[in-house]
């Protein structure tokens, strides 16, 4: 039997409140069981995202700790947003994490800082920092922000206050001029990066960071692609847990982990197996990213009979549809590469942004979506714009829409229930 490891010194080293991270590790577990413990018939290779849920906050910091005691690892270095790219954190000897919260905590405190009318999302940040209650953020050495929406640009004015902050600027049109500015940020953050971390990056290390990030999209794709069968061989809530864990985990161990999911659900879809019957109404999701433990919306439509197939956002197909270009031999080719790629990621901020239209009436299309549900966290100006927009593209390609505004809390579940069944009956 392995161990009991006792991690209590672990988080009062990093300065945690420890009766408060009891009990949001309480309030999530429950909320995991809940939600994933009782949904039917889930592909075995899924064990993977229990473990890895069990040992979010405990095993998988630890892991990060060693790393960094042992030299094998420099620093720890945190990231909100998806324009980070992670192949340069590990090249420069970094171990790269997403620190986006996606539960309300220690909302009074934060009311001080922020306004009201702030983003769940930012908020839920500032308040996981504030409460003392997340170890990614403690453990983080440098946080990488960005100038992507109004609400983060200047959240960060504040959060640099708690923690050491680097911003990058990101462009909001798509010129060349921009996507030369653009290359520039890139190669100033490697540099910021290697300035921190003591270690130089070289052509062998960005080659291998490139080589890890796309074998986890690879997999990714793959994963996703299996989701196109009917019945559906694994849920929205674990394909959204999968690409959460991809800002967490350990890149190349949770690569094996995906694979074996693709595998597995390839199998089942050839079977005719799945997590809900077939001829279950399908969901395709577009939004605003949803951090752990952001389950609320997916719980709901799944719970309702319904099966989420695919998700254009940042916690879906815009952290893995593209690659980076292998083929570059220097490291100002490789950064290169790797500013082209980010800069295609479809995000709101962007002006205009028909790019993220095609995407999701083309993934609608290819995993043969019923109905399209497009999510806005309350507050989230940009989305709630581009619903318009959404809509009418939805319209023309005769797919039915609907468009739901939510926050953190479960006081709309009831209501986002109502919505949800009616849409679904209407299918
Ligand atoms: S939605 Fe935009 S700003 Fe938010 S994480 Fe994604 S890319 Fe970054
Ligand atoms: S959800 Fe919208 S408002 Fe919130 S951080 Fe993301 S882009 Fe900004």
Same mark, same amino acid.
Not at 202 to 216: F, R, W, Y
Not at 413 to 421: D, K, S, V
């Given at each position: 039997?392995?161990? !009991? ?5 672990? +988080?009062?080293?990093?300065? $945690?409140?420890?009766? *408060? ?33 069990? =040992? ?32 340069? @954190? ?66 960060? !004015? ?16 798509? &010129? ?5 500015? +653009? ?21 062998? *290390? ?54 074996? $999911? ?12 799945? @997590? ?11 939004? &605003?990213? $949803?951090?752990?433990?952001? +389950? ?47 800069? =295609? ?41 581009? *619903?318009?927009? $959404? ?29 949800? !069944? ?6």
């Amino acid at each position: 039997m392995a161990e !009991e490891v006792d991690y209590y010194p672990m +988080w009062e080293s990093l300065g $945690m409140d420890t009766a *408060s991270h009891d009990a949001l590790l309480g309030a999530v577990g429950q909320m995991y069981g809940s939600m994933y413990l009782t949904q039917n018939n889930r592909p075995a290779s899924t064990s993977y995202l229990d473990n890895f849920a069990t =040992n979010l906050h405990s095993g998988a910091i630890k892991e990060k700790l060693d790393a960094k005691e042992s030299g094998k690892a420099k620093k720890i270095i945190g990231s909100f947003c998806l324009y980070v790219p992670e192949e340069i @954190v590990t090249a420069a000897g970094g171990i790269a994490v997403g620190l986006c919260a996606g539960a309300d905590f220690a909302t009074d405190e934060v009311e001080k800082h922020l306004p009201r009318n702030t983003c769940p999302l930012i908020k839920g940040f500032t308040g996981f920092k504030l409460g003392r209650v997340c170890p990614y953020i403690e453990s983080s050495d440098l946080v990488v922000g960005e100038n992507t929406c109004d609400g983060k640009k200047k959240a960060y !004015e504040f959060f640099a206050t708690q923690k050491p902050m680097y911003i990058m600027d990101v462009p909001h049109v798509r &010129t060349d001029e921009t996507k030369q500015m +653009w290359r520039n940020e890139i190669h100033r953050l490697a540099e910021r990066l290697e300035q921190e971390t003591g270690q130089k990056i070289t052509a062998e *290390s960005l080659a291998e960071g490139i080589k890890v990030a796309n074998d986890k999209r690879r997999a990714l794709q793959r994963l996703y692609h299996a989701r196109a069968f009917d019945p559906v061989p694994i849920s929205g809530l674990d394909s959204l847990l999968t690409v959460q864990a991809a800002f967490m985990d350990d890149p190349v161990r949770l690569t094996g982990a995906i694979n074996d $999911m693709a595998v597995e659900c390839e199998k089942r879809g050839a079977a005719g197996e799945g @997590v809900a019957p077939k001829g279950s109404k399908r969901i395709l999701y577009t939004g &605003t990213p $949803m951090a752990v433990p952001n +389950w609320k919306l997916f719980n709901i439509i799944e719970k309702a009979g319904a099966v989420v197939v695919g998700e254009e956002c940042c916690t879906g197909s815009r952290y893995y549809k593209d690659l980076v270009d292998e083929s570059g031999t220097t490291v100002d080719e490789m950064l290169d590469a790797i500013a082209d790629r980010y800069f =295609n990621i479809q995000c709101a901020i962007f002006t205009p942004n028909p790019g993220r239209e095609e995407d999701v009436i083309r993934m609608a299309r290819e995993q043969h979506a019923d109905g399209i549900i497009d999510c806005s966290l309350q507050f989230c100006t940009i989305y709630e714009m581009e *619903s318009f927009g $959404m809509e009418q593209a939805a319209d023309k390609a005769g797919i039915p829409y609907l468009h739901l505004t939510t926050d953190y809390s479960t006081e709309d579940a009831g209501q986002l229930n109502t919505r949800i !069944e009616a849409f679904l009956e209407t299918l």
